[in-house]
């Protein structure tokens, strides 16, 4: 809160920025395998005033359900 005292957010950041495509695909691959299962739900963009799914033309069936449950869960959890 130094930096933007006025700021309405709080808590840690949990965000990635890399400098191109390859570093955000080599990066996406690697915390889905961390993770476990090798399954991915993402990626998110916060917006300002609500998220944003995004899924590619190359998402799985699994991936598509998985988005669209965090969607209904982000539809249904008050502000």
């Keep these: 809160m130094r930096i933007l005292p006025s700021s309405t ?14 570093s955000v695909n080599i ?4 915390l889905k395998t ?11 963009l916060l917006g300002c005033n609500a998220p944003v799914h995004i ?14 449950a965090m969607t209904v869960v982000d539809v249904n959890t008050p502000r």
Excluded: Q
Excluded at 9 to 22: I, K, M, Q, R, S
Excluded at 27 to 30: I, M, R, V
């Design 9 to 22: 957010l709080t808590g840690e950041a949990n965000l990635l920025v890399c400098p191109n495509v390859d």
């Design 27 to 30: 990066a996406y691959n690697l």
């Design 34 to 44: 961390a993770a476990g299962g090798n399954v991915a739900v993402g990626p998110f």
């Design 55 to 68: 899924l590619t033309s190359s998402s799985t069936v699994r991936r598509i359900v998985n988005m669209t």
